[in-house]
Structure formats: structure tokens, C-alpha cells
């Protein structure tokens, strides 16, 4: 277990686990070094869902089992990180976002112009938060302060397929 690594490095890979099966080792790993609640990542019990958080480090996991109606056990492997949302304020965010000084403009850059939510509306109704698709299905919800400079949080899921981790790679695909 590589509890030395850097808070960085594990929120950069979290962002890139996000959405994927395979992960059991790393999950061990990243659930010691975030300090989750309850402990026993990923679960030993099956279960549709299990959900985790860290209130020192502002931060909330779910993982889901997405066969867990149709077999007898868990398998380790089959959980998949379904989401993930961080306090900006506890921990270093992913991408290269900057939690004290990023803009709507900046993150845009950095995350995917397709996006949704961001218009004078949403920001009239106090709806600070812009979600960004980008290609490889991830979705990052960035939580804007008020005055839209800065951020609060981050939601991170993926949409559509549940890639296993490990092959990632080798399908070609940038995890």
C-alpha cells in the first residue's frame, strides 16, 4: 500500500478510476490513505451499494456492484467507483484545477467546452455548479464560490460504459 504518495497523486487517480471495475487493490489503498468510513473498502458482503466518507478530508465515495442481484458473492474486482465528490477546501482537486483562483473560463480549458449549466439563469437562481462531459464519458460537476472565482467542490461520475481499470490501457484508451 503506497501510503506516501502524494494527496495529489491519489486525487488525480481517483479522477481517472472514476466510473471503473477493477480497482480492488488501489481502493484498498486509497480508502487507508483517505481514512473512509465504515472501513472495509472495497466490501467483503455483497451489496448494490456501498457508500463511504471522510469528513477530515471532504470527501464522498460510492461504489456499486452492478451484478449484485445476479450472483452468490462479491468479487473484489467488480465494484466499480461510481462516484466521487471532494471539498476543495480539504483536498487538492484533479485536472490541474485550481481550488482559490479557477474560473469558469479556466476550468473549461481544462476540463471540456461541452458543458452544461454556466448561464446567466442558473447563476440568477444561485447555481454555481458547471458540468463538463468529457470524451472519455467522465462528468465533473465543478462547484464554483458565488462570485464564480474559486471553487467549493467537485462531483465526479461516468456516464455509459463500466471499463475495467486494468485493460484500460490496453484498449488504447488514456485512463
Request: hydrophobic share 45%; aromatic share 8%.
Amino acid at each position: 500500500m503506497a501510503l506516501w504518495k502524494r494527496e495529489i497523486d491519489w486525487m488525480d487517480e481517483a479522477a481517472q478510476r472514476i466510473g471503473c471495475c477493477g480497482i480492488a487493490e488501489w481502493l484498498a489503498g486509497f480508502a487507508a490513505w483517505a481514512q473512509l468510513a465504515p472501513t472495509g473498502c472495497p466490501p467483503a458482503g455483497l451489496a448494490a451499494r456501498a457508500d463511504y466518507a471522510s469528513a477530515s478530508n471532504g470527501l464522498r465515495m460510492a461504489l456499486v456492484h452492478p451484478f449484485a442481484d445476479r450472483v452468490a458473492q462479491a468479487d473484489p474486482q467488480a465494484w466499480v467507483l461510481y462516484d466521487l465528490q471532494l471539498d476543495a477546501a480539504a483536498l487538492p482537486l484533479p485536472f490541474g484545477l485550481d481550488a482559490r483562483g479557477e474560473t469558469p473560463q479556466g476550468a473549461r480549458r481544462k476540463l471540456s467546452a461541452d458543458t452544461a449549466f454556466g448561464r446567466p439563469i442558473d447563476l440568477r437562481d444561485g447555481n454555481h455548479r458547471i458540468v463538463h462531459y468529457l470524451p472519455d464519458g467522465r462528468v465533473v460537476g465543478v462547484i464554483f464560490k458565488p462570485a464564480m472565482v474559486g471553487i467549493e467542490g467537485l462531483h465526479l461520475q461516468r456516464l455509459g460504459a463500466m471499463p475495467d481499470f486494468r485493460t484500460l490501457a490496453a484498449q488504447g484508451a488514456t485512463p
